[in-house]
């Protein structure tokens, strides 16, 4: 089974971060990059997949140079080879433009099973798999939580809301966008690191995909600014019968809970 | 690490002799970056697993390191971080190997022993000796953390004095197998190991005399005759395992003989070598810690109204900490990059840095509990933990005592020989320690003039003046003793110790002089360091200073007087209300 893995690489969790000169993304400055959270359970899913039944992982990604590092933790994890779009000076904020810039990069690969994580850490809009799988026109479901291959088609479990699941067969070739928590991420072995210096990762710059409207884009990104603080304490003071009128004319007209 | 031939390249033996070897030490050494990239994920894959999985206050009260640990580790492949690929590690050059160790300990100090134990001293001693039969049949094995290994010299009689060992190795009849008998003491991971290097006296005819000496074996712990008695109940480090050995008449093959008959304590040196650069580099990242620990403590205790970070008292303990990190941090990497050479005797840089960083981390540790305060010495805080953990590198892998006796003696060995040559006060080489150097005697006469470290940056002018002028100490310095006490040098350790201990500042100085310098060069800054460089280099040539100063002005007599007093009387013989 051929598998790929769209593999995004975001600010670390607790990075701190800043907005940059012209106000629209974050300084990348000091800031550390990792592997987008549910990217990476969708790339152990599909290491394990491939461990069940036979096959490759190829690892896709999208991203300046410094994504290299996490192509090469995901090759040491157990991942065959790996496609990089070279996307350096490149700022579209568009899923459409990226998952158009994807599927051009990988369509003659024909791959049995495209993974991809729910949604990503950064931009969060939770499209690109999605897109993907229209535009190559496969089959797909997202928010899965569970897989099972079988003679040619895949049974998933998706996460909905409440607590509630759902079965779903696909046909294959199929995209999944998996949700965070549905297997456990594996270390990568020192086996595994060495072994990552000899495996290819083909590197393709966004001009020589073909894509002629790469740069349109149907979002655009005014401004982005760090939450404000909302919450606020408020202390009564006064004599004990003044406190509780004060709180209870808060709780009335403010709260609007009484 | 193939053995190869070593030269007399050696740049602390050189130093002995008055001269700087600049070339050996300049540039500071750097990782190439294929490997620098290798260690990065290695360390992270690392992090992410002892994060998970490493619960080092639990592994002190249960006197264990959980089965699940040792696997993971061994699965992840750390058990086979300095065997080569071919035979199933990772391969890793000493420096490389060096970082992780240093990685390791910050987690926990028990883990680090029973790693070290296993992939430093009991594996090394047949990667650099053994025969590719002896490595084929084992070394897969220990990389895979299938078998674990052990380094056993010590014996309960023969600490200190290693060549003391009364273990005895005799070979059969029909010249098969060696009959092993005996028993050590201390042998870290020795009930849990299956690999032994042990080392045991044997015969040894030398110009039709039988001799005995001492030579190396690869002992198979479930061979009959093997056991290992009870783990210690140690003051720290807890969850290693350590254990006596018992030999009852084993049979060891002849095959199983590492390295030549009767060279056994060379095998035991050289794999101590590299045993106490790992050492160092852990005690290096415990330096690194535990500076960090004490300046979060600080800075979040408040006490007058301000954090007590704000207080000198405590920004003097935090800088001298940080100066003593960067110092150690310096001679550790300059040392594990010479050890990669393959071609450099290090013998006396790995035995100066583990010196030096041990009583680091000990000064450190020590520092750190004092700033924590009561805090610091309750058991609901880590510092007690760590006080005790670190206490042990001071005693093992060879005493800083001996360290410095080998220090001093090993580095006058040189400069012994080039007097006696030109006729001067000795008759007989100093024996025991070390390899002669031919390097530093051949270079000696080649100088005439003081010599100098060349072409240093302007910022560290004050710090290579120092460095220059007590280098020139140590070299007059040590020909005045030898000329004064020539062989009997080897029994005034008042005189060692002093000699020593410039010895060790001197390479602390020259380590970070490099460092810093090649940093210069490569046009980065070191405003950020440039504080600790000072701080270290001047309490460094003060201490060589001081140290110089009492070869000739000392109290040596009042101590050994004081000595007598002492051991000559049953209970201390002073009592301020009897007088």
Known sequence: MKIAILLKQVPVKDATLKVNGDGLWIDEDNVTFEINESDHYGLEEALRLKEKHDGEVVVVTMGPERVKESIKQALAKGADRAIHINSSGYSNPDPIAHAKLLCAAIKDENFDLILSGLQSDDLGYGQTGVLVAEMLGMAHATLVMETDVQDGKIKVKRELEGGWFQSVELPLPAVLTIQSGLNQIRYATIKGIMAAKRKEIKEIAISDLGVSDADASGIQMHKIYLPVKTKQTVVLEGDTADIVSKLVDKLKNEAKVL | ?579
């Open chain 2, 1 to 579: 690490m193939a053995k190869k031939d070593k030269t007399d390249v050696s740049f602390m033996k050189s130093l002995f002799a008055g001269v700087i070897d600049q070339e050996t030490i300049f540039p500071y050494p750097k990782l190439p970056q294929d490997e620098q990239e290798n260690l990065d994920m290695i360390l992270q894959a690392w992090n992410e697993f002892a994060k998970d999985a490493v619960d080092s206050p639990q592994i002190d009260r249960d006197k264990k390191i959980p089965k699940e640990v040792l696997q993971g580790m061994a699965e992840l492949g750390f058990f086979g971080l300095s065997i080569p690929e071919q035979y199933g590690g990772a391969g890793l050059s000493e420096t490389a190997y060096c970082r992780v160790f240093e990685e390791v300990c910050n987690y926990d100090a028990s883990l680090a022993v029973t790693l070290g134990a296993h992939a430093s001293i009991g594996t090394n001693g047949l990667l650099l000796y053994g025969t590719e039969k002896q490595k084929q049949k084992y070394l897969p094995k220990l990389a895979s953390g299938e078998w674990i290994a052990a380094f056993a010299l010590t014996e309960p009689g023969a600490g200190s004095d290693a060549a003391g060992i009364q273990s005895k190795a005799v070979l059969n009849d029909k010249k098969t197998h060696f009959i092993l008998n005996g028993g050590k003491m201390w042998i870290s991971n020795g009930s849990i190991s299956d690999l032994w290097t042990v080392f045991a006296k044997t015969d040894v005819i030398e110009d039709g005399v039988i001799k005995e000496k001492i030579s190396a074996f690869l002992v198979e712990a479930k061979w009959p005759g093997c056991s290992a008695g009870k783990p210690e109940d140690k003051f720290g480090i807890r969850g290693s395992d350590t254990t006596a050995l018992n030999f009852d008449n084993v049979q060891v093959p002849v095959e199983n003989l590492l390295g030549p008959l009767g060279k056994g304590f060379k095998v035991a040196m050289e794999t101590l070598n590299v045993g106490r650069l790992g050492l160092a580099a852990g005690n290096v990242g415990g330096c690194k810690l535990l500076t960090q620990m004490a300046a979060d403590y600080a800075k979040n205790r408040k006490q007058f109204g301000q954090s007590i970070a704000e207080f000198e008292i405590i920004k003097d303990k935090i800088a001298n900490m940080a100066a003593d990190a960067y110092a150690a941090e310096s001679m550790v990497y300059l040392t594990s990059a010479l050890a990669d050479r393959h071609t450099v005797d290090y013998s006396l840089e790995s035995a100066i840095s583990k010196v030096f960083a041990s009583e680091a981390l000990w000064r450190a540790a020590n520092e750190a509990m004092q700033i924590a305060g009561g805090n610091g010495y309750s058991t609901e805080y880590p510092f007690g933990q760590i006080v005790r953990d670190a206490r042990i590198n001071l005693i093992f892998e060879g005493t800083n005592e001996i360290l410095r006796a080998f220090t001093a003696l090993a580095g006058m060995q040189g400069p012994g020989e080039y007097l006696k040559k030109i006729g001067k006060a000795l008759r007989d080489p100093i024996k025991g320690f070390g390899l002669l150097t031919e390097f530093a005697v051949q270079k000696v006469r080649d100088v005439v003039t003081k010599d100098t470290l060349k072409n240093i940056a302007p910022e560290l002018k004050e710090q290579a003046e120092r460095f220059n002028d007590f280098a020139d100490e140590l070299q007059s310095n040590v020909e005045k003793v030898l000329m004064k006490y020539g062989k009997e040098i080897i029994h005034h350790e008042f005189i060692q110790q002093r000699i020593a201990n410039m010895a060790i500042d001197l390479y602390g100085m020259a380590a970070v002089i490099s460092r810093v310098d090649s940093k210069i060069k490569d046009s980065k800054s070191v405003e950020q360091e440039m504080p600790l460089v000072q701080l270290y280099c001047d309490a460094a040539w003060r201490r060589v200073r001081r140290e110089a100063r009492q070869i000739e002005n000392n109290l040596d007599k009042q101590r050994r007087q004081a000595c007598d007093l002492i051991y000559n009387s049953k209970q201390i013989p002073f009592d301020v209300f009897h007088e």
